[in-house]
């Protein structure tokens, strides 16, 4: 990271320094969690970077709630994160927007379902994850995980 993604950074997490702890647990969750199922098939463009991005947002909404006590404002505090994270790392055009909708769907899933077992929901998605061509295809795909590569 460089000194102008840091300083976002620091920018962000200043006006709520409560959540640095919650953001930073769902975070290592979320990699531990996609290393041991998925090895470093979650860092492309596969089914496990879809689950991965939408298993991050549904554990900062989770672990952020428990401090925030609002699902609503839990889900906000993920999608600035992880809108964030997006803006902060090059990413091809396609790439980044099947991110931001895996993200949308993580939290859709938390807004809906809290206290739900993402693991074993996320692994039901993968299944019916749509293969994007196009931008177009990733609007198209609705509550569907998306993902590029196979």
């Not at 990733?138 to 993902?147: D, M, P, Q, R, T």
């Amino acid at each position: 990271m460089g000194f102008r993604q840091i300083w976002v950074l620091i920018k962000v997490f200043i006006t709520k320094p409560f959540l640095v702890i919650p953001t930073y647990k769902a975070t290592k969750q979320t990699i531990i969690i996609c290393n041991k199922k998925f090895g470093k098939e979650h860092h492309k463009n596969t089914r496990a970077n879809a689950f991965r991005h939408a298993l991050w947002n549904f554990l900062l909404c989770r672990k952020c709630f428990e401090v925030l006590k609002s699902v609503n404002s839990a889900a906000n505090w993920s999608e600035k994160v992880t809108n964030l994270h997006e803006l902060l790392s090059p990413n091809a055009d396609i790439a980044r927007i099947m991110d931001l909708h895996n993200n949308f769907i993580g939290r859709n899933l938390f807004i809906k379902e809290p206290e739900l077992d993402i693991i074993e929901k996320l692994e039901y998605m993968m299944g019916k994850a749509v293969k994007a061509r196009s931008v177009e295809d990733i609007k198209e795909a609705g509550n569907s995980l998306v993902y590029i590569e196979d």
